[in-house]
């Protein structure tokens, strides 16, 4: 396994559509792999491989329920219904140093295919609902900061720029 380097805003790969998976072979599980240690590494709970510079629909998260690991790794997940609203604060490995209270869809319905192959349809709600609805935004090509109204992301990109020296 490898810890694979972070691509971090403005870099235009996070504002492009990652492209569906027609089949998985022993490359993408790898790099699956490889992206859910990148993950562990830098502390985070979801990463979207956009963000490691690969334009693949694949998304891996771990929310360690009682700090114990269960990662999941997705293949072309998709949002099928979601259900009622909450804020929660968000964060982002690849726009560092600095988090914001964003509104999304509290429970979700997500399908896609797990490392085998396998078809899956799960329900979630809570930390893995918003770690799964942010992630699947990355491969879309859109990021928390373009969640938040146009005020609060001007202040956002200024702060950004302040605590990362740009
Ligand atoms: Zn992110």
């Known amino acids: 396994m490898a810890i694979l380097k972070i691509k971090k805003y403005p870099d235009k790969i996070l504002k492009t559509k990652a492209e569906k998976i027609p089949r998985i072979d022993s490359k993408l599980i790898k790099l699956s792999e490889d992206m859910l240690e990148t993950m562990y590494f830098f502390n985070g709970v979801g990463l979207a491989a956009n963000q490691i510079g690969e334009l693949k629909r694949i998304v891996v998260a771990d929310i360690r329920p009682n700090g114990?690991?269960?990662?999941?790794i997705l293949f072309n997940p998709e949002i099928s219904a979601s259900a009622n609203s909450c804020y929660m604060e968000e964060g982002c490995l690849s726009v560092p140093g600095?988090?914001?209270k964003v509104k999304r869809a509290k429970k979700i319905t997500v399908s896609g295919m797990m490392p085998d192959g396998k078809e899956v349809k799960i329900e979630v709600d809570g930390l893995l609902s918003r770690v799964l609805q942010h992630e699947i935004d990355h491969l879309d090509g859109i990021l928390?900061?373009?969640r938040v109204n146009a005020i609060k992301r001007w202040k956002l990109k200024k702060e950004y720029s302040k605590v990362n020296n740009l």
């Open 68 to 72: 114990k690991k269960k990662p999941l």
């Open 144 to 146: 928390y900061i373009e």
């Open 98 to 100: 600095i988090s914001a």
